[in-house]
């Protein structure tokens, strides 16, 4: 991911609209970028919209075998997981295969990086490896943000048959394993919390300590469903926010996944303490997940990011678009988010999230840049808002990652 070239775009989005924008990249970096300049003959033209790559903070790739499979019957999310467990069985050498079908799905999608939150553990390593070199192969960056999974409730409970392969045994045991990887480029490790459910309190602290020592980002799972809540209140007496701040697990370096059910206090804490909210809005969708409350939690501090999760939908502009449009339904009220934070929520939150330079087209950033195009031209009069609201993932012709060229249509 060090190429090097010049790209000559259209309309550019630099936090503001730009015609006739020069892109010179360097070594994998944005070297410098200008707006209202003519076309050099050597550069590539891009056509259409260009954006920051986008970034999906979010993903459980192996759940992409779940789309439409689930949709006959009945039942809640607790329902959907046992599903989900029956798909959680792999060789390498076929989740390489299908991690590439999942990679080069994003790709198209117009996601340069992707997050992916990794917790099957049967071969050590192996999956993770698969994820690493099927990511390596289809050009797209990943973070890889391995799991520590120990547990089957906030009760102690042991692990049900289907999270033996999850667990590690002991945190010790999470470390010893992800001291075996390495960053390497295109490649950012980060460290997760499965949930307060899977991890108990001591357990988190070495999690968070690990990533601390080593500036790797940090996710977790957080207040979902609402059953989650009332377990950790019932065995903790505290919301599970209340249990990570507790633990001292919240920081600028925290990305909290979903945070649904959360209190009047939870908003305090996590805005305070600066966390990333990931919201997933096409599966929350999918598997009867409620309406969190973003604005809330954007406007107490928390920066947003979204991801595609079970990978149900593949379309970071959607989850953008739907992060606002799901409120709407749940509150009455239209516009609580304006676009450019939706947009900045697809690109550079996400960015930040998985501990990357990327999601803005300025001179030092990674050199990750997607063009939106659609046949009939009328949309080029619009307002930048159109991006978000008037594309879609299926509208993406051309992608590069780091100067490298991988999506060309
Ligand atoms: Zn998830």
């Not at 303490?273 to 929350?284: D, G, I, K, L």
């Not at 009069?381 to 590069?400: H, K, Q, R, T």
Request: contains cysteine; aromatic residues 6%.
């Amino acid at each position: 991911m060090k190429g090097s070239g010049r790209w000559h775009a259209e309309q550019a989005w630099l936090g503001h609209r730009a015609e006739n924008v020069l892109i010179e990249v360097r070594d994998g970096r944005i070297e410098a970028i200008e707006e209202g300049t003519p076309a050099p003959t050597d550069a590539i033209a891009l056509k259409g919209w260009t954006i920051p790559g986008l970034a999906n903070a979010h993903s459980h790739a192996f759940q992409r075998l779940l789309r439409g499979e689930i949709e006959s019957g009945g039942g809640d999310f607790w329902e959907w997981r046992a599903q989900m467990y029956r798909f959680t069985e792999w060789d390498p050498a076929d989740y390489f295969k299908h991690a590439r079908l999942v990679f080069r799905e994003m790709l198209e999608a117009g996601i340069t990086a992707a997050g992916e939150f990794h917790y099957l553990h049967k071969h050590g390593n192996q999956l993770g490896e698969a994820l690493i070199d099927a990511a390596r192969e289809e050009g797209i960056r990943l973070t890889l943000i391995d799991a520590c999974y120990l547990r089957g409730g906030l009760d102690g409970g042991p692990l049900e048959a289907e999270q033996l392969t999850f667990s590690d045994g002991d945190a010790d045991g999470w470390a010893r394993r992800m001291d075996q990887l390495r960053d390497t480029d295109g490649l950012r490790l980060a460290a997760a919390i499965h949930s307060v459910r899977a991890v108990d309190s001591e357990s988190m602290r070495v999690v968070a300590t690990y990533a601390r020592d080593r500036r790797m980002p940090l996710h977790v799972h957080l207040a979902e469903q609402l059953a989650e809540v009332e377990e950790c209140l019932a065995v903790e007496g505290c919301t599970p926010a209340e249990l990570l701040d507790r633990e001292g697990i919240l920081g600028p370096d925290l990305t909290a996944v979903h945070a649904i059910h959360v209190s009047e206090h939870d908003i305090a804490l996590l805005g305070e303490n600066q966390v990333s909210v990931c919201a997933c809005p096409t599966t929350e969708r999918d598997l009867g997940d409620r309406v969190g409350p973003l604005i809330a939690l954007a406007e107490a501090g928390c920066g947003l990011c979204v991801g595609s999760d079970s990978n149900a939908v593949i379309d970071v502009i959607e989850e953008a678009r739907a992060l606002e449009l799901d409120q709407r339904r749940a509150t009455g009220r239209r516009v609580l988010h304006q676009p450019e934070d939706l947009l900045r929520a697809a690109t550079a939150g996400g960015m930040q999230s998985l501990g990357w330079d990327a999601g803005e087209l300025r001179q030092g950033m990674l050199a990750d840049f997607v063009t939106l195009d659609q046949p009939d031209s009328l949309w080029r009069e619009l307002s930048p808002s159109y991006i978000v609201y008037g594309f879609s993932a299926c509208d993406v012709v051309n992608v590069v990652v780091g100067g490298v060229t991988v999506v060309q249509k």
